[in-house]
């Protein structure tokens, strides 16, 4: 993974002009406090785009998604520099304006996940003491709370984040919620000791069509996140957010009409329900998948 390309995302995500991490501000992630931190979980998702009124449209049409510019608010720039995203009127992420930030030539649009962890000081020195690397150190960002930007050590982006009034409350996702989150790693083992000494999650393997497993870290024996072995042989480890569709077909055949692209037809997944992997306008890629995962008959 290219460190340039590493650095102008982070960038784009903490929100500032150039190389300074002072005077951040960005909204915090619930309307109310909620008091309550659930370390491990994805708590948060960050759209970064280089043509916000592309991606606005696309995730309009495609989920019933609405956008608030809130970047004039918080002193982030013009007002479409940050966006708070929402489904039916409740917060589910947000949305950066990669170009009109920092100018940069270099598209670095992509999702970001965001974990919610108890001490980000501490989680950022588990990140350097085991092999990865602290792209943005622990900065506190007003109303989000405290936040760093980290590489794991087989290289996934994510950022940690300990929200100053809590995280979201865990509810069951609608239709065009996010529903899931799931690590594509390159070495399974070393990824799940890492994250599990992390998070304090425990891990769980599920066994699968064709004699293969999937697995999961747990709280409580509550299925927390995902991870699976890079299906894509030479590609960079990276986290998938998943979105919850009712049919996955009838999304896709709407994605190019709308700028995007397909990379996964729909097609039925092995550890249940069916699946599709899309791109919007701007080169970010998510996952479809339908919910429960029904499975098919042996």
């Known amino acids: 993974m290219k460190r340039q390309w590493m650095f102008l995302a982070v960038l784009a995500l903490i929100g500032v002009p150039g190389c300074t991490t002072t005077g951040i501000r960005l909204p915090a992630i619930t309307d109310a406090p909620t008091g309550q931190h659930d370390p491990g979980r994805i708590v948060w998702r960050d759209l970064i785009t280089d043509d916000p009124a592309q991606s606005r449209r696309f995730y309009e049409e495609l989920f019933g998604w ?15 520099a940050y966006s708070l995203i929402r489904h039916n009127g409740r917060l589910i992420g947000g ?6 930030l920092n100018n940069n030539a270099e598209n670095v649009s992509q999702w970001v996940v965001l974990m919610s962890v108890a001490d980000v000081d501490a989680a950022a020195d588990h990140f350097r003491g085991h092999g990865g690397e602290v792209l943005a150190p622990p900065t506190d960002v007003a109303d989000r709370g405290r936040m760093a930007v980290v590489v794991d050590p087989q290289g996934a982006l994510l950022a940690l984040v300990q929200t100053a009034d809590g995280d979201p409350e865990i509810h069951e996702p609608d239709y065009g919620d996010f529903l899931w989150d799931e690590l594509w790693t390159t070495d399974l083992t070393a ?3 890492f994250y599990t000494g992390l998070t ?8 699968v069509d064709g004699g293969r497993s999937y697995r999961t870290l747990n709280r409580d024996g509550n299925p927390a996140l995902g991870a699976m072995t890079h299906p894509i042989e030479g590609r960079r480890p990276v986290w998938v957010t998943y979105i919850r569709v009712a049919d996955p077909a009838a999304i896709t055949a709407k994605v190019a009409g709308l700028g995007g692209k397909v990379y996964l037809e729909a097609q039925q997944r092995p550890l249940g329900g069916q699946v599709a992997l899309i791109a919007d306008p701007s080169g970010a890629g998510i996952a479809l998948q339908t919910w429960p995962l029904e499975t098919t008959a042996d």
């Open 95 to 100: 949305m950066v304006n990669e170009a009109s």
């Open 66 to 80: 609405e956008f608030e510019s809130v970047g004039t608010l918080f002193s982030l720039g013009g007002d479409d």
């Open 191 to 193: 990824a799940t000791e």
């Open 200 to 207: 304090g999650l425990a891990k769980s393997d599920r066994a």
